[in-house]
Nanobody, 121 residues
Framework: QVQLLESGGGLVQAGGSLRLACAASGSIFSINAMGWYRQAPGKQRELVARVSGGDTNYADSVKGRFTISRDYAKNTVYLQMNSLKPEDTAVYYC????????????????WGQGAQVTVSS
C-alpha cells in the first residue's frame, strides 16, 4: 500500500505565506511525478503545480507566487505559497504517479487526503 500524507494547511491573511508538504510512504519502487491540485467550493479540481524529473509547471494563476519542490530522498513534495490571495482558498490535494514494488509494470496515481487552505481578506 502507498499513502500520501499532507501537512501544512491552515488560515492566513491575504499577502501571507504557507508551506504544504506531502510525504509518500509504503511499498514504493519509484515515483514518476508529484504535484498539487486544488478544489474550491463549487469548482472543479484544478492543477496548481507539478514536478516531473527536472521539469516543473504551474497554473497561470499561481506563477510567480507559488514554488513546487521535491526531496527525492524523502519522497516528499512541497508547495511554498507566497502572496496568498482569497481566491487561493481551497482544499489542496497532493498527487503522485508511483510504481510500486509489487507491480513494476504499472504506474498508479495516488491522492492525498487534502489540506484546507483559507486566505482571509
Amino acid at each position: 500500500q502507498v499513502q500520501l500524507l499532507e501537512s501544512g494547511g491552515g488560515l492566513v491573511q491575504a499577502g501571507g505565506s504557507l508551506r504544504l508538504a506531502c510525504a509518500a510512504s509504503g511499498s514504493i519502487f519509484s515515483i514518476n511525478a508529484m504535484g498539487w491540485y486544488r478544489q474550491a467550493p463549487g469548482k472543479q479540481r484544478e492543477l496548481v503545480a507539478r514536478v516531473s524529473g527536472g521539469d516543473t509547471n504551474y497554473a497561470d494563476s499561481v506563477k510567480g507566487r507559488f514554488t513546487i519542490s521535491r526531496d527525492y530522498a524523502k519522497n516528499t513534495v512541497y508547495l511554498q505559497m507566497n502572496s496568498l490571495k482569497p481566491e487561493d482558498t481551497a482544499v489542496y490535494y497532493c498527487n503522485a504517479a508511483i510504481i510500486t514494488a509489487q507491480a513494476r509494470d504499472f504506474l498508479t496515481v495516488y491522492w492525498g487526503q487534502g489540506a484546507q487552505v483559507t486566505v482571509s481578506s
